[in-house]
Each structure stands twice: as structure tokens, then as C-alpha cells.
């Protein structure tokens, strides 16, 4: 079984412009999460979506966003990048919401200057 | 305070010794506990997940869970030098997301 995939595995953007990140799920997986890496702040929770609705969402500021498509695949969002926002961003899959396990793709290592 | 604290380390141990690798949590009704592996340059990798209190196994990894003490952790036996890398523990409540822990880098020596 294929796992999560993530594409592209890396950008370089300049300050004000804007970035979209794509996750596909393993299959049968109705759950994506994203997460962002930074050496500071480790793992952070961004959002997480279920049956094409954010389900929760953490504590980012409103440029960053997401959606999920009928067939489970996501994308987020990052508008008026910062040079803040340089980090790998994570996406996770899982069957479901709440207890399940979540496996991580292989990350978009985004690089703003 | 922090919701989930590990030590950050490098915690390191010879080959063929055993690894404990802790992690506290906060939140009381947390109830489901998870310990990733990431290599540096790559993504955390599931290797345990446990729910319910006292120990489980999985080959050379057993987790151990204390709901009352909100203490979770992970012995890695026979530790070999394929297993240096930062391991992340990760709590989950009910309905909401993954909380992780900063991490703790294990090193180990040949």
C-alpha cells in the first residue's frame, strides 16, 4: 500500500507571495492533518481535516488555510509568505478522526527569502 | 507549562544497552499516547502507539503508560546505532490533534 505522498518536496518563495502544498492520503485514509517543523517550535498542529471539513485547527494566523477534496486529497494554503514561515510542512493521514494513528509523508521543505 | 516535555538530550547509551527515552503530559483526559521516530532530514515515523495504562511490546520497544502519574515512555533493548535519531511522544485527546513533544535526540555508539 502506498503511503503519503507530498508534493513538492521543495520550494523557494520570496516574502509576499503565496505558496499551495498538496498531500494525498494512504488509501482509504479520510483524514489528513498538517503539521509545520521549525527547529524552535517543533512539531506544530496547523489543521486538520475530515470528510472535506476542518475539523480543528491550531494556532496560526488566517494566511495559512487548507481544504480536502471528495477524494480524501488536501492542500494548504500560505498567503503573504514570511520569512517566519520557512519550515517543513507535514502532512499526516489517518483513518479517521480521534484515535487513529497518523503517518506522515515526507514533508515540502519551503524556503522563504 | 508545557503540555508535553521531553528532555531534549542527546541521551547516549552503548550498543546493546537499554534506552529510556520519558515524556509528561499535561492535559488529564488525554487518552491516546504515541512515540515517533525522525531521522535527521526526514519525517517522524509511527513505532507505538498504547492507550490503556501499563506496558506494551513490540519487538525490541515497549511503551509504558501512567495515566495517574500522566507519564509515558519508551525502552528501546538491544539498542543499535540504526536506532540514533530524535524520538517525539505525542498525546492526543479525544476529538482533537496530535500534541507533540520537542524531542529527545538518542545517540547510539558502537
Known amino acids: 500500500k502506498a503511503g503519503v505522498t507530498q508534493t513538492p518536496r521543495y520550494l523557494i518563495k520570496t516574502r509576499g507571495q503565496q505558496v499551495t502544498l498538496s498531500c494525498s492520503p494512504i488509501s482509504g485514509h479520510r483524514s489528513v492533518s498538517w503539521y509545520q517543523q521549525t527547529p524552535g517550535q517543533g512539531l506544530q498542529f496547523l489543521f486538520e481535516y475530515f470528510s472535506e471539513t476542518q475539523r480543528n485547527k491550531g494556532n496560526f494566523p488566517g494566511r495559512f488555510s487548507g481544504r480536502q477534496f471528495s477524494n480524501s486529497r488536501s492542500e494548504m494554503n500560505v498567503s503573504t509568505l514570511e520569512l517566519g514561515d520557512s519550515a517543513l510542512y507535514l502532512c499526516?493521514?489517518?483513518?479517521?478522526?480521534?484515535?487513529?494513528?497518523?503517518?506522515f509523508g515526507p514533508g515540502t521543505r519551503l524556503t522563504v527569502t | 507549562q508545557k503540555e508535553v516535555e521531553q528532555n531534549s538530550g542527546p541521551l547516549s547509551v552503548p550498543e546493546g544497552a537499554i534506552a529510556s527515552l520519558n515524556c509528561t503530559y499535561s492535559?488529564?483526559?488525554?487518552?491516546?499516547f504515541f512515540w515517533y521516530r525522525q531521522y535527521s532530514g526526514k519525517s517522524p515515523e509511527l513505532i507505538m502507539s498504547?492507550?490503556?495504562?501499563g506496558d506494551k511490546e513490540d519487538g525490541r520497544f515497549t511503551a509504558q503508560l501512567n495515566k495517574a502519574s500522566q507519564y509515558v515512555s519508551l525502552l528501546i533493548r538491544d539498542s543499535q546505532p540504526s536506532d540514533s535519531a530524535t524520538y517525539l511522544c505525542a498525546v492526543m485527546r479525544a476529538g482533537t490533534a496530535l500534541i507533540f513533544g520537542k524531542g529527545t535526540t538518542l545517540s547510539v555508539s558502537s
Open positions: 499526516a493521514s489517518s483513518l479517521g478522526t480521534g484515535w487513529n494513528e497518523q503517518y
Open positions: 498504547i492507550y490503556s495504562n
Open positions: 492535559d488529564r483526559v488525554s487518552q491516546s
